[in-house]
């Protein structure tokens, strides 16, 4: 599915149009339909760990969120080899509002969230 990018993804200014592509139930590709060479893996943090956080009433406006919304998270990860070497950004996740396809990137303040890292290797979340 296609989704307009609607508050950019930090350090990809030129991307204003995403495709997400499921690999499996954890990881998913998100591509720029704008520029070829622009993609991201990026996982489901809620298969991970606890995850919890507000939405900012800005981004809520921006993406038209409601209550009823079908609204989807996801985090962008750098994969390394072997796979739980990767590293999940927690402080930055991609929010896609399902119903009218857009989506932003929310950056949590690290004093609100002392739990989530930028860089946290997907080992530490194995049982």
Same mark, same amino acid.
């Given at each position: @599915? /296609?989704?307009?990018?609607?508050?950019?993804? $930090?350090?990809?200014? /030129? &991307?204003?149009? *995403?495709? $997400?592509?499921?690999?499996?139930? @954890?990881? $998913?590709?998100?591509?720029? !339909?704008?520029?070829?060479? &622009?993609?991201?893996? *990026? *996982?489901?943090?809620?298969?991970?760990?606890?995850? =919890?956080?507000?939405?900012?009433?800005?981004?809520?406006?921006?993406?038209?969120?409601?209550?009823? =919304?079908?609204?989807?998270?996801?985090?962008?990860?750098?994969?390394?080899?072997?796979?739980?070497? =990767? !590293?999940?950004? %927690? $402080? +930055?996740?991609?929010?896609?509002?399902?119903?009218? +396809?857009? @989506? +932003?990137? &929310? &950056?949590?303040?690290?004093?609100?969230?002392?739990? %989530?890292?930028? +860089?946290?290797?997907?080992?530490?979340?194995? =049982?």
């Amino acid at each position: @599915m /296609q989704y307009e990018v609607k508050s950019t993804i $930090l350090g990809f200014d /030129q &991307v204003t149009k *995403v495709e $997400l592509n499921e690999i499996d139930e @954890m990881f $998913l590709i998100l591509k720029s !339909c704008d520029d070829t060479e &622009v993609s991201f893996t *990026v *996982v489901n943090p809620y298969l991970l760990r606890e995850y =919890s956080f507000d939405v900012p009433s800005s981004i809520r406006v921006l993406l038209d969120i409601n209550e009823d =919304s079908k609204v989807v998270v996801y985090n962008i990860a750098v994969i390394q080899d072997p796979l739980d070497e =990767s !590293c999940i950004n %927690f $402080l +930055a996740p991609l929010i896609f509002n399902q119903d009218n +396809a857009t @989506m +932003a990137q &929310v &950056v949590l303040d690290v004093k609100n969230h002392p739990g %989530f890292g930028l +860089a946290e290797p997907i080992r530490k979340f194995k =049982s």
